[in-house]
């Protein structure tokens, strides 16, 4: 009977922590992103050195170095980026948005701040969303743009950082990632070729270890 309890403690529990990703409804694109912040989710399952972030479900973790991932959600691919640099020294954002593209806007939540940008590259849309000195960038077409939003904002939202960890590795400069600096945290120019995504290039045969996300443990942090 004790095993019993304990059980549906256990699942109580559990679904718990699940039902804290909840869906939203998408009215505009910038509301979709306040909408998951306003949720203030302290997930996290995917951890790197001096931080760690939340794959959503139904995300797939296809690559992880450093402070880059690749995930894959569905048929997208989302790139992300962390700057464990500018997050140590607290840089505040210099970005500029041009107003030139299909959409864009300044993201201000709490004491971080990011901003959403939508541009249209042939017959697709290049998405850069960036939040707490990470960002994400992926080609998505029209019809999946609220549901990508989404997803990218779960995963941002849940960015944290081990500020002991990061003290050995930046502090100390123990680690250089900055041998040639390059902001990749900037919105892209329009007349740029593509510093970070190549259009050509497609990850559908990929062939390296794909993360199963049934192996990856969730930890809820208490706020």
Not at 18 to 28: H, I
Not at 114 to 141: D, N, P, T
Request: glycine letters at 4%; charged letters at 25%.
């Amino acid at each position: 009977m004790r095993k019993i309890i304990l059980l549906l403690v256990f699942l109580l529990l559990f679904s718990g922590c699940s039902m804290q990703v909840k869906k939203v409804n998408y009215t505009s694109y910038i509301d979709t992103v306040y909408q998951v912040l306003e949720e203030r989710m302290n997930l996290h399952n995917v951890s790197l050195e001096g931080y760690y972030y939340y794959l959503p479900a139904g995300s797939m973790l296809v690559e992880k170095k450093d402070t880059n991932s690749i995930i894959r959600y569905q048929d997208l691919t989302f790139y992300l980026y962390v700057d464990i640099v500018s997050y140590y020294h607290r840089a505040k954002s210099s970005f500029t948005l041009d107003r030139t593209s299909y959409y864009e806007s300044k993201i201000q939540f709490d004491d971080n701040e990011g901003y959403l940008k939508i541009r249209k590259v042939g017959k697709v849309y290049l998405v850069e969303y960036m939040y707490h000195y990470a960002k994400i960038e992926s080609f998505v077409s029209e019809e999946k743009l609220n549901e990508a939003i989404y997803q990218m904002s779960v995963i941002l939202s849940n960015v944290r950082y081990n500020d002991k960890i990061l003290e050995s590795l930046v502090g100390d400069n123990s680690l250089n990632y900055h041998d040639e600096f390059f902001d990749i945290l900037a919105p892209k120019n329009p007349d740029s070729a593509g510093n970070v995504l190549d259009y050509d290039q497609t990850y559908e045969g990929y062939e390296g270890e794909v993360k199963d996300e049934d192996s990856i443990e969730i930890k809820v942090e208490e706020r």
